[in-house]
């Protein structure tokens, strides 16, 4: 593996882990309201709003990388 390649894979990796945070964080204010510290409905919606934002920056980043950097589909910046 290449230095490319291994760059593209750690990025991808890292916008992964975002999303499954903030999917495991959105589940638990959805399902299981106990498991958050505070249980005032502002420190929900805080917690809530913060994963829909990490969410959608990391799969935002994720679609941008795989449209521009995947391999199978590469792209140039002015196309």
Do not use: P, W
């Not at 975002?18 to 959105?26: F, R």
């Not at 510290?37 to 941008?64: I, Q, W, Y």
């Amino acid at each position: 593996m290449n230095y490319q390649e291994r760059l593209f894979k750690a990025l991808k990796s890292e916008c992964e882990a975002n999303i499954n945070e903030a999917l495991l964080t959105l589940d638990l204010c959805f399902h299981n309201g106990v498991a958050i510290g505070e249980h005032t409905s502002e420190h929900f919606m805080g917690e809530a709003s913060k994963a829909l934002t990490k969410l959608t920056d990391a799969r935002d980043r994720l679609d941008t990388l795989d449209y521009y950097f995947d391999n199978k589909n590469k792209k140039q910046l002015n196309d």
